[in-house]
């Protein structure tokens, strides 16, 4: 249980995969399985290592933490998945920021460190993620709403001719087609409003 424990709890909170830049959450599975053996002794009374004892009383902190790391690692890996090309600029100086602060959790803190130090960390990283995924996805939210705006343009032809065989005087088919130009300036107009 010790030498488990020990060795597992050095292990670097996050880590990186290096062709993708993708986070994953270091708590290894061990670990996992340890505590959960230790928590059934302790349902059954029994007799436990101090080792365990002091692992046992740090289920939940890791527990919480854990989870925490999850939420992050899957919004930053969403991020790195769904983000466009020409929507890097403009989330730059944020992913450099996160990808910055990253490190510490990639190099620095480990599973060992103190409750303090891992929860101010995970704290700063989530304002910091959340804030980047929530921007992204409200370009993205924006782009899809444009599009929609635009797909109703484009579906509607601009002029129609009531009777296509019908030869037309100029003076007839501008009058026909002004209420009609007219409606489709309003859309237009209307659309307009909307994507800006």
């Known amino acids: 249980v010790e030498t488990t424990s020990t060795e597992k709890l050095t292990l670097p909170l996050l880590t990186r995969e290096s062709r993708s830049g993708e986070l994953s959450v270091n708590f290894d599975p061990l670990l996992v399985k340890l505590l959960s053996e230790v928590k059934y002794f302790v349902v059954q009374g029994k ?25 992050i ?24 920021a996160i990808d910055k602060l990253l490190e510490k959790g990639l190099k620095e803190l480990s599973w060992s460190s103190t409750y303090e130090e891992k929860t101010a960390f995970i704290d700063e990283v989530m304002v910091m993620v959340t804030e980047a995924h929530v921007t992204l996805t409200e370009m993205k939210n924006n782009m899809k709403g ?15 001719r009531k009777q296509a065989s019908k030869t037309y005087v100029p003076t007839v088919y501008t009058e026909e087609q002004a209420k009609e130009l007219e409606l489709r300036y309003k859309d237009i107009t209307d659309g307009g409003k909307e994507v800006h």
């Open 47 to 71: 007799n436990i290592p101090e080792v365990a004892a002091d692992l046992y009383a740090r289920a939940e902190k890791f527990r919480v933490q854990r989870g925490n790391l999850e939420i």
């Open 73 to 96: 690692k899957n919004r930053y890996n969403e991020m790195l998945a769904t983000m466009l090309d020409v929507e890097k600029p403009l989330l730059k100086s944020q992913m450099k």
């Open 146 to 160: 444009i599009e929609l705006v635009l797909k109703k343009w484009a579906d509607n032809p601009l002029i129609t």
